[in-house]
């Protein structure tokens, strides 16, 4: 789920956790939460724009960092 106008996030109420990743106005990775956990508050990712939540594990898998570009169009 994307999430506009966000900085921080709350795991209030939720059931299972999640992978989070923090994008700036252009789609790059400010910020990353893996594993997020119910119960949870994150940090303020002053620079986020957006908030990509992912299925726990996604970030691992694809081995996703700061700095990296998240795009939703494909790169040729």
Do not use: N, W, Y
Not at 11 to 28: E, N, T
Not at 30 to 42: T, Y
Request: hydrophobic content about 45%; some cysteine.
């Amino acid at each position: 789920m994307l999430l506009t106008s966000c900085q921080s996030i709350h795991m209030f109420g939720m059931k299972f956790a999640i992978d989070v990743l923090f994008l700036d106005k252009d789609g790059v990775v400010v910020g990353i939460l893996e594993d997020f956990a119910p119960g949870k508050m994150s940090g303020i990712f002053s620079r986020a724009k957006t908030c990509l939540e992912l299925p726990s594990g996604t970030i691992k898998r694809t081995g996703t960092t700061i700095g990296d570009v998240i795009s939703r169009q494909p790169i040729l």
